[in-house]
């Protein structure tokens, strides 16, 4: 089957710079994903890695460690919208369906 | 580009009664559409997926006969709760892919902002 770990819930400050993390382990690998979710509200995409490295894109920065089965997001500047849910999705091999994690709920206070 | 809609945004009926929720790709062709349910609190569960043309592929525990998906074109998925009973009362968000890749990211998914049913 396949697994996605990330942390259930994080806080930061308004300002500051907050990594999220997400392990995974799937039967191959074709892609990470992350997108943010605000409550009531349906996911938005916010970044695709499917080679290593960092990706970044504004204030917000995804990394992949394919050989590690890691990713992070990395959002800096951080402003009180940005307090929402943050999923990390990864498309295993083949014709596999996207798996999503659980989701990382951020909380950005003043 | 990679705009999904989703109609109704929200929607009340009695238990007992169908209500029908509609996706639609707005500025691309969507050959792979997804049915999401999300409780509160809870991350999004993948119920079925929707391929133009031919039957869709319900997750274990999803009982096809009472959510019954039709997408009839590549730009259009329809999702039909039938005999709706209070336990549906749910976040049901669809998503669009484009595998073959026009204007995404391969196998992006690109979600609707969602429809809220309660069913009394």
Known sequence: GQNIDQPTEMTATEGAIVQINCTYQTSGFNGLFWYQQHAGEAPTFLSYNVLDGLEEKGRFSSFLSRSKGYSYLLLKELQMKDSASYLCAVKPGGYQKVTFGTGTKLQVIP | ?120
Request: proline share 4%; hydrophobic share 35%.
């Open chain 2, 1 to 120: 580009g990679a705009v999904v809609s989703q109609h109704p945004s929200r929607v009340i009926c009695k238990s007992g009664t169908s209500v029908k929720i509609e996706c639609r790709s707005l500025d691309f062709q969507a050959t792979t559409m997804f049915w999401y349910r999300q409780f509160p609190k809870q991350s999004l569960m993948l119920m079925a997926t929707s391929n133009e043309g031919s039957k869709a592929t319900y997750e274990q525990g999803v009982e096809k006969d009472k959510f019954l998906i039709n997408h009839a074109s590549l730009t259009l998925s329809t999702l039909t709760v039938t005999s709706a009973h209070p336990e549906d009362s749910s976040f049901y968000i669809c998503s669009a892919s484009d595998p073959i890749g026009q204007i995404l990211s391969t196998d992006t998914q690109y979600f609707g902002p969602g429809t809220r049913l309660t069913v009394l």
